[in-house]
């Protein structure tokens, strides 16, 4: 078990990859704070991922584009488990549009929510992480904050401001053996894609090396590496899980 004994909260865990990462924590013994953004949804999969792994879990709503939100998710998972080992930043919406025709609220929305909201989970997270001398951040990006993406103007510059926070978290935590990192995956299928019609995946599933779109449990296993005992010597970096999409 690599998470024994460890606590981890995973933003965004009530469903698609997020709620994977839940469940391949909960298989290797970790306890779980599973948040969505309503206490419903966080409910439902808590009670789903305790029936199946047996684990410790517990429910949070919150808005991680609201500061205050996110000190009450730490709050609630101190408060139940006294200790946060690992946060996984996982929560993240789309706009879509092309430059010309996006509202400027989708623009806002997006780097709040995408942006906004992994740098108020560190901060949030941090000063305990600070004083316990340990601990480990994952924060999901993607393949379009590498390379851009033709629509996602908003959603491509949160995801390359994430890798950014993740090197300079990297650079201010080390000395604290808080590890940083990042991964960036390709097109997941998700809830998320699933709005792309079908001719738009063969397309996209065409273009990737592996020919196929990724399942959420790939990201899933690659997040464990980067939580546990053995990724002890990596901060700072960033894994694709692309199936080759970008090298
Ligand atoms: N699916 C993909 O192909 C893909 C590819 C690259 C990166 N990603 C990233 O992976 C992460 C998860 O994506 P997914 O496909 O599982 O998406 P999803 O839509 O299935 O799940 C998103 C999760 O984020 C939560 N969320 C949304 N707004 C929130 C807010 N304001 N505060 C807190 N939580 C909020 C939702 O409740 C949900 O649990 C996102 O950051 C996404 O950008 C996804």
Redesign the pocket.
């Known amino acids: 078990m690599k998470l024994q004994g460890k606590t981890a909260i995973i ?10 990462i839940a469940e391949v924590f909960a298989s290797e013994g970790a306890q779980l704070v599973i ?4 206490i419903k ?2 409910q439902e ?1 808590t009670s789903e991922i305790i029936a199946k792994y047996n684990c410790e879990a517990i429910p949070v ?6 500061l205050e ?1 996110c000190e009450a998710l730490v709050k609630a998972s101190l408060d139940n488990f006294s200790k946060i080992d690992i946060l996984v ?6 706009k879509d549009g092309l430059v010309l025709k996006i509202k400027e609220t989708e623009w806002d929305e997006v780097i ?3 942006l906004k ?1 992994v740098f108020n989970c560190i901060k949030a997270v941090s000063k305990s992480m600070f004083k316990q001398k340990h601990g480990r951040i994952l924060n ?6 590498q390379i851009g993406n033709v629509g996602q103007v908003n ?1 491509s510059a ?2 390359g401001g ?1 890798i950014a926070i993740t090197k300079t978290c990297a650079k201010e935590f080390a000395s604290r053996n808080i590890l940083v990192n990042a ?11 699933d709005k792309l019609s079908e001719e738009r995946k063969l397309i996209m599933a065409s273009a990737i090396p592996l020919k196929r ?2 399942e ?1 449990f790939d ?1 899933a296993k690659a997040a464990l590496f980067l939580v546990c005992d053995d990724s002890s010597y990596i901060t700072g970096q960033v894994l694709s899980v ?1 199936g080759g999409a970008y090298m």
């Not at 933003?11 to 994977?20: L, V």
């Not at 948040?35 to 309503?38: A, D, E, L, R």
């Not at 709503?61 to 609201?66: G, R, T």
Request: net charge positive.
């Open positions: 933003t965004g865990s009530s469903r698609g990859i997020g709620k994977a948040t969505g953004t309503s949804s966080a999969a709503a919150v808005d991680v584009s609201k939100s930043n996982n929560a993240g919406i789309t709040a929510i995408n909201g999901i990006t993607s393949v379009v904050g959603y949160s995801k994430i991964i960036a995956p390709g097109f997941i299928r998700t809830s998320m894609t779109l990724g959420v990201v692309n």
